[in-house]
């Protein structure tokens, strides 16, 4: 299996544009998550989905942000508008609930995300 | 979740073993101890956890004390690419819906091995 795939891995955006980070978690997985990583806040949950249904967006940091699962192999995170302090990277995660570690997550690589 | 401390900082020789530290005294009885690596530009990874017993795998060892109130993982021998952020975090473990338990990243103890 590849993993975790993310893409972009990098994106670089004006104040005020919107961004759409996308997320492949690893075949089977059932839980999806969405971390975002600051030298200042650390790493972030932001919001999980279980079975493609939002569990838990208590994460987001306010309505710019909004995060969809249309079907179990992808996933958005959409910042509309992005503004300079949404400068981070974010990773994505899945891990499925029949693993033999007892609900492991896996991460992406992760997409640094920088807004001028 | 039940918070966890860990020292800032550690320094390990290469080839040494690394012990790294963790206290978790407000730990609950269903709490597991989970340990993630954060390599320097990359994800997390998953290393090891543990509820009550000692664990091994092919990465690390996890002592967890008695009155499980701090543990401790340990790489037998450290290498250069063991060289990373470690976070210890405690939370519930194979749940379901709305119950499951949510990594709640510290800042974990960046670990660093020299030649």
């Known amino acids: 299996d590849a993993g975790v795939i993310q893409s972009p891995r990098h994106e670089v955006t004006e104040m005020g544009q919107e961004v759409t980070l996308r997320c492949k978690p690893i075949?089977?997985?059932?839980?999806l998550f969405w971390y975002r990583q600051t030298m200042m806040r650390g790493l972030e949950l932001l919001i999980y989905f279980n079975n493609n249904v939002p569990i838990d967006d208590s994460g987001m940091p306010e309505d710019r942000f909004s995060a969809k699962m249309p079907n179990a192999s992808f996933s958005t995170l959409k910042i509309q508008p992005s503004e300079p302090r949404d400068s981070a990277v974010y990773f994505c995660a899945s891990s499925s609930t029949r693993d033999r570690w007892g609900n492991e997550q896996f991460f992406g690589p992760g997409t640094r995300l920088t807004v001028l | 979740d039940a918070k966890t401390t860990q020292p800032p900082s550690m320094d390990c020789a290469e080839g040494r073993a690394a012990n790294l530290p963790c206290n978790h005294s407000t730990i609950s009885g269903n709490e597991y101890v989970y340990w993630y690596r954060q390599i320097h530009s990359q994800g997390p990874q998953y290393i090891i956890h543990?509820?009550?017993n000692n664990e091994t795998n092919e990465m690390a060892s996890l002592i967890i004390t008695e009155d499980r109130k701090s543990s401790t993982l340990i790489l037998p021998h450290a290498t250069l690419r063991d060289t990373a952020v470690y976070y210890c975090i405690v939370r519930v473990a194979r749940t379901g819906g709305t119950s499951y338990g949510k990594l709640t990243f510290g800042q974990g103890t960046i670990l660093t091995v020299h030649p």
């Open positions: 075949s089977g997985h059932d839980y």
């Open positions: 543990g509820l009550k």
